[in-house]
């Protein structure tokens, strides 16, 4: 399903579980800001949501062509075993095919995981529904301030042996982005 030139044309993009009020059944979501961000960045790219149902998503990401995906962020690991399962599969999925893929914030947390990383809680006054600056390791050392809602980061000491920091805290304790 890849395109003749070799790039991805659809990717499956993971949604953090909801309880609607008044209603006693867990919910898939995605926010909304997901639909304009991907329009955006992944210009010729189709993209699917991608439900949290377990083993049986491989069967849905082949079904659906997939070639890469986009594990979101929301609710810390073990909060849904459900959804940690799914994106456990997709990730063994897209290592097992060669696809590519992108973890934000739990999504991050959760390549981590898998790949034998270690996480650790961090500071909720500079992590928290807050800005903070990085810093990228380009050549240029060139900070940026980003957004975080994480109570959990991934300590440069404890990153997986197979990912490469791309992105640190100002005091070099948390990685912010990583590579593979």
């Known amino acids: 399903m890849t395109s003749p030139n070799g790039k991805v044309r659809r990717i499956g993009i993971t949604m953090r579980v909801v309880r609607a009020k008044n209603y006693n059944e867990p919910r898939d979501?995605?926010?909304?800001?997901?639909a304009t961000f991907l329009s955006v960045a992944t210009i010729g790219i189709d993209w699917?949501?991608?439900?949290?149902?377990?083993?049986?998503?491989i069967e849905y990401a082949k079904s659906w062509g997939l070639e890469?995906?986009?594990l979101t962020g929301g609710e810390d690991l073990g909060i849904s075993t459900l959804?940690?399962?799914t994106e456990?599969?997709?990730?063994e999925f897209a290592v097992s095919h060669k696809l590519p893929v992108f973890g934000v914030c739990r999504g991050f947390q959760m390549l981590q995981t898998f790949f034998n990383g270690k996480t650790q809680p961090c500071s909720q006054d500079e992590h928290v529904s807050t800005r903070h600056d990085v810093r990228l390791l380009d050549d240029a050392g060139t900070i940026t301030?980003?957004?975080s809602y994480h109570?959990?980061?991934?300590?440069?000491?404890?990153?997986a042996r197979c990912l490469k920091p791309l992105a640190v805290t100002l005091d070099r304790k948390l990685v912010e982005a990583a590579g593979h």
């Open 145 to 147: 301030n980003v957004n």
């Open 151 to 159: 109570s959990t980061g991934i300590p440069i000491d404890g990153l």
């Open 48 to 57: 699917l949501a991608v439900p949290n149902i377990g083993e049986r998503v």
């Open 68 to 70: 890469g995906f986009i």
């Open 29 to 34: 979501a995605l926010a909304r800001d997901w």
């Open 88 to 91: 456990r599969m997709i990730l």
């Open 83 to 85: 959804r940690d399962k």
